[in-house]
């Protein structure tokens, strides 16, 4: 599977307005941008449990919001990560033409540039060789970018428990990968037992994923100790750690949450 981040930069050709919380107007536009290309691919990422890509918010710079909404003059230039976990999908975006346009909610931009963000551009072997790299690091440290919340049974759980972090990462990469798998279960355990929080600065954070509905995530750095991390496990979590640079963590990370940077220590 090749894997690849995108940043889109991206111009309005009129005056439109957009609400601060646009991440499923975001997701509806990737799907919309892919359908000018693929229909089918289009409606099998619409159609999916586990999403095929993950994204962030708008990059607007410096523009404020105004009664909930930000006004954007023509002409306002922004930015736009996306990241693919699906061949096809990393591929179609390689070939999006300069200057075709999308529109997210009632603003429609047109792209100027797709280019790949810090030559993030993998295979899934490629991962597993930079995890084997790095399998002697004995601690990582995530930034949380945008809020990031999991789901606890019928509740939304917002603070990084290592067994959560995993297990969201488990299960995309069981999704985008079918030759090296992993059991869930067992590397929850596993996170539980072995990987320890030793530092954080973080706050929990209300957001809203339409105007009337909303759920409770976290931001923040969060800094874990793996040095009684078996070797023979390591090298598998730091492998998922490397995936969360293009899946993110947690729920709803098509509409722009848990998105993630992650740093290594010895």
């Given amino acids: 599977m ?44 619409h159609n999916a449990n586990i999403k095929s890509f993950s994204l962030g918010l708008l990059d607007l ?11 954007l003059m ?11 976990l699906d061949t096809r999908l990393t591929k179609l975006l390689m070939s999006v033409a300069d ?3 999308v529109r997210i909610g009632s603003a429609v931009f047109e792209i100027e540039h797709i280019l790949l963000k810090n030559n993030l551009l993998v295979d899934t072997y490629q991962l597993v060789a930079k ?29 990084p428990r290592p067994d959560l972090i995993f297990a969201s990462l488990v299960e995309r990469w069981n999704r985008i990968d079918d030759t090296l798998s992993f059991d869930i279960e067992k590397l929850k355990a596993i996170a539980n037992q072995y990987i320890v929080p030793i530092r954080w600065d973080g706050a929990s954070k ?25 070797e023979e496990y390591r090298k598998i979590f730091i492998l998922l750690l490397l995936f969360s640079a293009f899946s993110g963590i947690g729920r709803l990370t098509a ?4 998105k993630v940077l ?5």
């Fill in 61 to 71: 710079g410096h523009l404020k919001p105004s009664y909930g909404k930000f006004n």
């Fill in 99 to 101: 200057n075709i346009v």
């Fill in 206 to 230: 209300r957001v809203n994923t339409t105007p009337k509905i909303g759920v409770t995530g976290f931001t923040g750095v969060f800094t874990f100790d793996m040095k009684v991390l078996p």
């Fill in 131 to 159: 995890a084997e790299a790095l399998k002697l690091v004995d601690s990582f440290t995530i930034n949380f970018v945008t809020p990031t919340t999991f789901r606890f049974y019928n509740v939304d759980y917002p603070f």
């Fill in 262 to 266: 992650v740093e290594y220590g010895n």
């Fill in 2 to 45: 090749i894997l690849g981040a995108f940043e889109i930069k991206m111009r309005t050709i009129a005056h439109a307005s957009l609400p601060i919380s646009h991440g499923r107007l975001l997701h509806a536009a990737v799907l919309d941008l892919v359908r000018k290309y693929d229909e089918e691919l289009s409606q099998e990422l």
């Fill in 255 to 258: 509409q722009g949450l848990g």
């Fill in 74 to 84: 023509t002409d306002t230039r922004v930015n736009w990560e996306l990241c693919s």
